[in-house]
């Protein structure tokens, strides 16, 4: 088994006004982002809101793979992330175009996610190596809680269940975000991570990342 943290990674750009909001499923990172949009729509400010995976042709495929829908190998479903991320990177109308445009980016998934469920069914180097190009936000937020109470979340909101969505899966992948964000706490100091308790209620939790990101964007 791979350690990640012999891995060296070479990640050289963090993007200005990009966040991203990552944690198991059933933490609250899409309610968090309606709740923010709402903020910022009063505000008037120039913010896009985005997603993992996307609405694209490849997201959507992605998506039918995580319904169990289509069934692919693991190292194949790392590589359908990484074509999708990358057109929500660099694609048109992508995450660049609008940070360029001038408007603050917020995301609900990114490189964290793959490196944090591939990496457990697959070969962590190749998914390593898939993510390399990717650049890294400005701002981190990581919605932690207790693997059986996101999955009562989980079954309790109505919604398909997907591939990943049983608590022992689900409390490895906690698991390795807390590897991942230690890793990237101590080698990427331009990133900032918050860790964020998802257990606590929703207009604590907006209030809490309100007051990060209020300013949002900064020129």
């Known amino acids: 088994m791979v350690s990640y943290?012999?891995?060296?990674?070479?990640?050289?750009?963090?993007?200005?006004?990009?966040?991203?909001?990552?944690?198991?499923?059933?933490?609250?990172?899409?309610?968090?982002?309606?709740?923010?949009?709402?903020?910022?729509?009063?505000?008037?400010?120039?913010?896009?809101?985005?997603?993992?995976?996307?609405?694209?042709?490849?997201?959507?495929?992605?998506?039918?793979?995580?319904?169990?829908?289509?069934?692919?190998?693991?190292?194949?479903?790392a590589r359908l992330f990484a074509a999708d991320r990358g057109e929500?990177?660099?694609?048109?109308?992508?995450?660049?175009?609008h940070l360029e445009s001038g408007k603050a980016v917020f995301t609900d998934r990114y490189v964290f996610s793959s490196l944090a469920y591939q990496s457990l069914s697959c070969d962590p180097l190749l998914v390593k190596t898939l993510n390399e190009p990717f650049p890294l936000p400005e701002l981190l937020f990581f919605f932690d809680i207790d693997p059986e109470l996101a999955m009562t979340r989980v079954h309790t909101r109505g919604a398909g269940k997907e591939i990943f969505e049983t608590t022992e899966f689900q409390q490895r992948v906690r698991d390795k975000y807390r590897e991942i964000l230690d890793h990237y706490g101590t080698t990427e100091p331009g990133m900032t991570i918050v860790r964020i308790n998802a257990a606590e209620s929703i207009e604590t939790i907006t209030e809490n990342i309100w007051s990060l990101v209020e300013n949002l964007p900064k020129l």
Do not use: W
């Open 5 to 77: 943290q012999k891995m060296t990674y070479y990640y050289i750009m963090i993007l200005r006004n990009f966040v991203v909001f990552e944690g198991l499923d059933g933490t609250g990172t899409t309610t968090q982002l309606k709740e923010l949009e709402k903020c910022f729509r009063k505000e008037n400010r120039p913010v896009h809101f985005t997603a993992e995976p996307t609405d694209r042709e490849t997201g959507k495929l992605v998506r039918k793979v995580l319904s169990g829908a289509v069934v692919v190998e693991p190292e194949t479903l």
């Open 88 to 97: 929500h990177v660099y694609g048109t109308d992508g995450i660049l175009s």
